[in-house]
């Protein structure tokens, strides 16, 4: 499949079009930002890394029955997804306390949760992504109650399928983040998930092997992801 037109150039991916109006490609860069992209910089590989993290990820979930965007890898660095209209809600699910949670209630990071936590915050850089309830997103319709619904259960199943699956690959799963899409009256997964999108700790010795190491300037950071790469993708 042919990339046509640039249609969108993100912090860490651009999108073009192709022949097929239904169908667009993503290609994974090796940019990284961080903090509302105050802070900016590069890390080798990650695109690829992030491509085939994601291609896994998406068609684990495929098999467990959770529509996504994903159609196909095309390459180290593109993948074909569906054309699909993104909610403007992000949705962060945490098993463990850490980042914004930690900070947002004064807790000590690695607080393990007695139930998984949900949270959603409106989709607005300028806004710094703010905290919303379910209440803000009907209210000013930023989705129906049936979407909600369908977005909301389907962040608790992926939880579970990947808090499984990552456990097999000895890392902890602590939190991530998802995206949604309408496309054809129907609710995709779509974005990325990888280690740009989850804080994912090594199971003995709860090393971070996530963005969190550019973020924090912790070192070693394309180690993390390669990692993380032969772990999950061998
Ligand atoms: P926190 O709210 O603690 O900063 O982030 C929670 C989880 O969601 C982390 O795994 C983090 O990587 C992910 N996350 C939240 N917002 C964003 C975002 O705008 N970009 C990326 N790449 N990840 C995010």
């Not at 995709?188 to 969190?212: M, Q």
């Amino acid at each position: 499949m042919q990339k046509l037109k640039l249609l969108y150039e993100g912090k860490a991916k651009k999108v073009y079009e192709t022949p097929d109006a239904d169908l667009l490609i993503q290609e994974f860069k090796d940019d990284a930002t961080a903090f509302d992209a105050t802070k900016r910089g590069t890390i080798a590989g990650k695109g690829v890394i992030n491509n085939k993290i994601s291609a896994k990820i998406f068609e684990l979930l495929d098999t467990k029955g959770v529509a996504t965007h994903f159609v196909k890898l095309l390459s180290d660095r593109d993948m074909l997804i569906k054309k699909v209209k993104i909610v403007p809600i992000e949705v962060t699910i945490r098993n463990i306390v850490a980042g914004g949670m930690s900070k947002l209630l004064d807790i000590e990071e690695g607080r393990r949760l007695k139930t998984p936590v949900l949270e959603y915050h409106y989709k607005e850089d300028k806004l710094h992504d703010p905290l919303i309830n379910d209440y803000h997103i009907r209210a000013l319709e930023l989705a129906t109650d049936a979407e909600l619904e369908e977005i909301c259960s389907s962040s608790f199943t992926i939880n579970e399928i990947l808090r499984r699956f990552f456990e097999e690959k000895n890392l902890i799963l602590v939190d991530f983040k998802l995206e949604f899409g309408r496309y054809r009256g129907r609710i995709l997964l779509a974005d990325e998930i990888s280690p740009d999108t989850c804080r994912l700790w090594d199971k003995a010795t709860n090393e971070k092997l996530d963005k969190d190491r550019f973020r924090r300037d912790l070192g070693n950071v394309e180690g993390a992801y390669q990692e993380v790469y032969r772990r999950v993708v061998g």
